[in-house]
């Protein structure tokens, strides 16, 4: 959603603007999703032998990835060009961004299954709560909203 509200509109530069901030807020509401979610798929995915590589592997993707979007900005915006061609630029990058998000989104709601076929620990068996119950409860916790303004 943050990656479609960001190329939506880039005619006025208000309304770019609001609509950039939109999608960075939104993005920025997945950011502690983001950051905790390797010990949980590994705790669901993993022995208890190899979950610290996976948390490890997981915490450096996601490092990794920020890494890899900076670079990638700088080779798509160069520094000091027309500020028309920065806009085009901009966008098209942030465009990028959206369709990748998107098919990755896709690839893994589709081929990705929810657990593994068998547990590979009993942890792994142990039921969570729903996602929708977790959700009502994040949105009724104050230092949610504090955490997630700070990222924004």
Not at 20 to 47: D, E, K, T
Not at 82 to 106: D, H, K, N, Q, Y
Request: net charge positive; hydrophobic share 50%.
């Amino acid at each position: 959603m943050g990656g479609i509200a960001r190329i939506v509109d880039h005619a006025t530069d208000i309304t770019g603007s609001t609509l950039a901030h939109v999608g960075q807020f939104l993005n920025a509401l997945a950011g502690p999703v983001a950051m905790s979610i390797g010990p949980v798929l590994s705790s669901m995915w993993f022995p208890p032998a190899e979950r610290n590589a996976a948390t490890a592997i997981c915490a450096t993707a996601n490092y990794g990835g920020c890494a890899l979007i900076f670079w990638l900005g700088s080779i798509c915006v160069p520094p000091g060009a027309p500020a028309a061609l920065t806009r085009a630029r901009l966008w098209s990058f942030m465009f990028g961004e959206c369709i990748f998000a998107a098919v990755l989104l896709s690839l893994i709601l589709l081929c990705f299954p929810s657990r593994p076929a068998h547990a590979p620990s009993r942890s792994a068996t142990v039921t969570r709560e729903s996602p929708l119950d977790g959700a009502r409860l994040l949105v009724k916790n104050r230092a949610f909203w504090l955490l997630a303004l700070s990222y924004g």
